[in-house]
């Protein structure tokens, strides 16, 4: 879109739905509560990030795209409030203005935030501006997006090399998520499979919370995150026996099902609506993937669990190499040495 919108001919192939990460996933804009000790350029990119989403939302056109503008932290237990304050404490130190963005509250604040989670919640974290939006909404709106601004979609898969290199046009971005490993022979890439559940409201349920809940429960990561007529909850991650099938293993299911439901309660009262797994595209050390390969081709993958709340930042980055500009995009104020590429 940031292509067409520049005034280029763009042309999109696209092999569709099938095998899309971005379809099956839960849509967070996870930025300070994605930060974990180590990942220190990540937390920057994800911060940038985030900071451009209200831009990309009002470019278009619809705002009931955010599904939430806050994230809210649980935890169950003493030691996990000890391993959320760690997590809090290292975006503090990495991003002295987070301490405006997330702050930490007590059990009674939470259940006065959100009365559906559990009363066995401990303490937490509310991340303030850290929301989702709804990913299949999105995808829907920037294809009319896309095709509004004068550019064409063709729904194709590009088989291979050859076919790449067959295409009539003069310059090419692969942007094919894993399917990027068999257009651009430099870019390794592994997956990581994940579950997720999308969840539907009925007549008796009580309303979805209005922020996204994030806890741990049993050792495994869980979110609930709100959609207009239901929840979508996620997500695992493993790395799969194959690659070959994005079918739900029953034990993912299992797991989101009976963490989800601890979680909030009342969640028993709605209706599975869909079960459905993808394959993150992730790089060796999780940061993206966009750089130049040669004078035709530029490559943005390897987005990992983050692929959606990077897309800004990926739209700005792929705009300046392709005008030429291999430096990163001026105010996103990275020096580390990984975000370079
Ligand atoms: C369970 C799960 C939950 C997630 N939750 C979140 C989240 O909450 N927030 C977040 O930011 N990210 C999340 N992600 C990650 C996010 O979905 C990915 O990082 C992101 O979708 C990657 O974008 P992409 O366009 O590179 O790849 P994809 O979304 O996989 O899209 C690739 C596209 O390329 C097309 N394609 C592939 N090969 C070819 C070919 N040869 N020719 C033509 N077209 C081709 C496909 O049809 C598809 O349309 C989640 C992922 C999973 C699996």
Not at 237 to 266: F, H, I, K, N, R
């Amino acid at each position: 879109m940031a292509a067409a919108d520049a005034g280029r001919r763009v042309r999109v192939y696209d092999a569709g739905h099938q095998g899309r990460a971005a379809w099956v996933a839960a849509g967070m804009l996870g930025s300070l509560g994605e930060g974990h000790p180590g990942e220190d350029a990540l937390l920057q990119l994800s911060t940038a990030s985030a900071r451009r989403w209200p831009h990309l939302v009002a470019r278009l056109g619809d705002p009931a795209v955010m599904a939430a503008t806050d994230s809210l932290f649980v935890a169950m237990s003493s030691a996990d409030a000890h391993h959320l304050g760690g997590l809090a404490e290292f975006v503090w130190a990495r991003q002295p203005r987070a301490h405006n963005d997330l702050r930490a509250v007590d059990n009674v604040e939470i259940r006065r935030l959100e009365p559906a989670v559990t009363s066995r919640v401990h303490s937490g974290y509310l991340a303030t501006g850290e929301g989702a939006v709804d990913n299949r909404r999105l995808l829907d709106r920037l294809q009319h997006a896309v095709r509004h601004a004068g550019a064409e979609i063709v729904e194709r898969r590009v088989a291979d090399l050859a076919d790449l290199a067959d295409l009539p046009e003069d310059e090419v971005l692969v942007a094919a998520g894993l399917g990027s490993r068999e257009l651009v022979s430099e870019v390794a890439l592994h997956a990581a499979k994940g579950e997720v559940l999308r969840l539907r409201r009925t007549n008796w349920s009580v309303p979805p919370p209005t922020r996204v809940v994030r806890a741990r429960l049993h050792g495994r990561a869980v979110y609930l995150v709100p959609r207009a007529d239901g929840i979508v909850v996620g997500a695992t991650q493993y790395e799969p026996y194959s690659e070959t099938s994005t079918a739900p293993e029953v034990g993912g299911v299992l797991d989101l099902l009976a963490d989800a439901t601890e979680l909030m309660p009342a969640l028993r009262t709605y209706e599975l609506a869909e079960a459905g797994a993808g394959f993150r595209p992730c790089s060796p050390d999780g940061l993206p993937v966009i750089r130049r390969i040669d004078e035709r081709v530029v490559v943005a993958t390897g987005h990992g669990r983050n692929g959606i709340l990077l897309a800004p930042y990926t739209a700005d980055r792929v705009m300046a190499l392709l005008d030429g500009h291999e430096e990163p995009v001026p105010d996103m104020g990275m020096t580390n040495e990984g975000v370079r590429r």
